[in-house]
Each structure stands twice: as structure tokens, then as C-alpha cells.
């Protein structure tokens, strides 16, 4: 199967090109920069200039292959509004390329779309409209109704490897900047976690097996408390324990950041699991976390980035 793929030289995207190719498709990978160009071209994969922007290069792009997932996010936190507008420009763009053709389509979502059920969240439960991105999810799922076999992946707000942590790494970065790690309201608040390998696994199980119109739960770990996070990184790097108050978030981490540390999102990959038959194996977040603040090096990339 030929493979166009949007962030293929991102942090997951990389890893998602890698299984691909272990399973013998073939790729077609978006790349806005000489350097993610030959990046692609060094694994032996075929390069499509342009942006999430270039609307009618993204359509041929999806007309042109077998199957698209769609990764690439602009991620500018200052106008995420404007980013979820691209983003959904982007995927109709590419839907509408593949309506009638039965062509598996994976759009790239998050767990936090779900949060706050009082309960883990399933993969049956719709993204709340109060999260911008729940647009793009419901978006590319409207196409199954259109001979699209539209699926989207709800990713961790923490995947993880070695090397990043997701918002792991931004809550590290935060605790070095106040010289204290930190949780809020007794940090019982819960955040999944998948491994960067892992999730590659799950997209491509997705893009092979999914169903028309299925939401897919990016999930290793079903929930990790906030303060359990706070504590690997107080440990770790010798900084107080601190415990918070709502009151106080924005003043430690910003307003936007603020409100996402105290995020409440256990989510069940059940459902997931049993239906692509894909079950994570490699290591959980804490330990990736652990590890990576052992080496000073990393500690410091952390308080120059």
C-alpha cells in the first residue's frame, strides 16, 4: 500500500514512516523544508513539498495513494483556534480526495477530547466541543458516510520515549523554571500515556484494520496521577515537592498550561485493543521520565529549551 503521510518527520510521525516500511508499504511524506526532505529521502521514502496550508497539494497527495494518516498539526498554542482552522481545511481537503474510494483515512486526535467524564473515558464517547481539536475528529469521522474509511487516533497527552515526554517534559521544564515540581488540588487528577512505539503500532494497525467511522484510543497507561508525575520529578532532580491550589496554576504555569495540569483524563484502550488486536508492550511513562532526568545532559537541554 502507498502511504501519504502528513508530520512523517515528527516526533511520532518518524516513527510511524519506520513501521510502515517494516511492513513493506511504501510511503509518500509531506515535508515543508529542504531538511525534512532528506530526511524522507534518506529512509527511501518519496517527498511532497508543501504545508498543512497547501490545500490542493495535500488533495493530490491523498488522490495519488492508497491510504493517507494525517499527523502534521501546526501546534502554535498562541492561536490554537487558527490551528485547528488549518487543520480542518486540511482534512477535508484530503477527504474529499478519497470520497468514494473506501480508502482508509486515520486523522490524528487526542484523549483530552474526552476528559472530565467522571469516569475513564471509552472510545464510544464524542469529543467535547469545548476542545477546538474534537472539529478535526468529527470532521474526518463524517466522511465514513462518503466511501471514506475514515478512523482517528486519540493520542495521550503524554507519548512518550527515552527521550520526550509529551507534556511530561513541558511540566519538567515548568518545575525548573519555579525551582519546584508542583501539583494541584492534592494532584489526584489522572493523565494516559502511551510510548512513541507503541502509537506508531496503533496507527498503522489502524490505517490496515480500522472501521469506517471508529475512534481508536491511543492508550497504554490508563491513567497516571498528576502528583505521581510531580514526585518522579521532584525525585529526580532534587527540587521540593510542592502542592498548589487552582488559584496558583496560572501563576506557575501560564494560563493555558495552568488549566491543562489539572486535566482529570483516565481513558480505557479496551475497546482498541480487542478490536485491532494491538496491546502495548514497551516501557510506561514514569520510567521513560525516571531515566531520561538521571542523565544531567538531558537536564540541561531541558533548562536552555
Not at 511492513?23 to 508543501?50: C, F, I, M, W, Y
Not at 487558527?82 to 482534512?91: H, K, Q, R, T, Y
Not at 486523522?107 to 464517547?125: F, H, I, K, W
Amino acid at each position: 500500500m502507498k502511504v501519504f503521510v502528513t508530520g512523517a518527520t515528527g516526533f511520532i510521525g518518524s516513527a510511524v514512516v519506520d513501521e510502515l516500511l517494516r511492513r513493506h508499504h511504501t510511503v509518500l511524506g509531506l515535508a515543508r523544508s529542504d531538511s525534512s526532505a532528506k530526511q524522507l529521502t534518506d529512509k527511501g521514502v518519496e517527498v511532497l513539498r508543501g504545508t498543512l496550508e497547501d490545500t490542493d497539494v495535500l488533495a493530490e497527495g491523498a488522490k495519488n495513494s492508497d491510504g493517507v494518516i494525517h499527523l502534521g498539526f501546526t501546534n502554535n498554542f498562541d492561536d490554537m483556534a487558527g490551528a485547528v482552522e488549518i487543520d480542518v481545511n486540511a482534512v477535508t481537503a484530503m477527504c474529499n480526495a478519497l470520497t468514494g474510494t473506501g480508502k482508509p483515512f486515520v486523522n490524528t486526535s487526542g484523549t483530552l477530547m474526552v476528559s472530565y467524564q467522571g469516569r475513564p473515558a471509552t472510545e464510544d464517547d464524542a469529543g467535547s466541543d469545548e476542545q477546538l481539536r474534537t472539529r478535526s475528529e468529527k470532521t474526518s469521522l463524517s466522511f465514513a458516510d462518503k466511501g471514506v474509511r475514515s478512523t482517528v487516533v486519540r493520542l495521550s497527552p503524554t507519548v512518550h520515549d527515552e527521550t520526550r515526554h509529551g507534556l511530561a517534559s513541558v511540566a519538567t521544564q515548568i518545575a525548573i523554571k519555579n525551582s519546584a515540581a508542583t501539583y494541584f488540588n492534592g494532584g489526584t487528577n489522572e493523565w494516559p500515556a502511551i510510548h512513541r512505539l507503541d502509537a506508531a503500532n496503533l496507527f498503522v494497525d489502524a490505517l490496515e484494520k480500522g472501521k469506517a467511522g471508529s475512534a481508536y484510543n491511543g492508550v497504554a497507561e490508563s491513567g497516571i496521577p498528576f502528583k505521581d508525575i510531580a514526585a518522579t520529578i521532584s525525585s529526580s532532580l532534587g527540587l521540593p515537592l510542592k502542592s498548589l491550589t487552582s488559584d496558583d496554576a496560572t501563576e506557575y504555569a501560564g494560563p493555558f498550561l495552568g488549566r491543562g495540569f489539572q486535566i482529570n483524563n483516565p481513558t480505557s484502550s479496551a475497546k482498541t485493543q480487542a478490536e485491532l488486536n494491538w496491546h502495548p508492550t514497551h516501557p510506561g511513562l514514569l520510567a521513560d521520565l525516571q531515566a531520561f532526568l538521571s542523565n544531567p545532559a538531558n537536564v540541561e537541554h531541558l533548562k536552555n529549551n
